[in-house]
């Protein structure tokens, strides 16, 4: 058999998901953190939310595919538009421009984020079970 052990690459291939996934929720809590900020000056336009793309690559060592992050996007969605002509960030028409993001839309990429993280978490804890079984086994038939 060559190249690294399967259940060795389980463990790699799960922390490049858990590493994804870390940096999926960090991006859904700088949306979050953001939803109501405003542009500094008036009519200027505010914070813009942002997505991930993801993409498989190849890992030579392993001889598989695991996740990255390709790139970080901004969502070209409009921005909300409040009338509230009191607002320091108000344009000459008294209208205040907000980011284009989605409490809920985040909320959900939040807990699918969450979900996704915990599965790649289970498939390493069951890899590195398997292999101390293993190594167990080993250990007491060789006495």
Same mark, same amino acid.
């Given at each position: ?29 700088? @949306? ?26 190849? /890992?030579?060592? $392993? ?12 969502? /070209? ?24 993001? @989605? $409490?809920?839309?985040?909320?959900? /990429?939040?807990?699918?984020? @969450? ?20 190594? /167990? $086994? ?6």
């Amino acid at each position: 058999m060559s190249g690294p052990d399967p259940l060795v690459a389980v463990g790699r291939i799960a922390g490049a998901g858990l590493e994804a996934q870390s940096y999926r929720m960090r991006v859904v809590s700088e @949306n979050i953190a953001n939803a109501r900020s405003t542009g500094g000056t008036p009519g200027a336009d505010p914070y813009q939310r942002k997505t991930i793309v993801f993409g498989a690559e190849l /890992d030579r060592a $392993l001889g598989a595919l695991a996740v990255k992050v390709k790139r970080t996007s901004l969502d /070209d969605a409009p921005f909300r538009v409040e009338h509230d002509p009191g607002h320091p960030a108000a344009d000459a028409e008294g209208d205040v421009k907000y980011p284009n993001v @989605n $409490l809920l839309v985040e909320m959900t /990429d939040m807990r699918e984020a @969450n979900l996704s993280y915990e599965a790649n978490l289970q498939m390493m804890r069951s890899a590195r079970s398997m292999i101390t079984e293993t190594i /167990d $086994l080993l250990r007491s038939g060789s006495r």
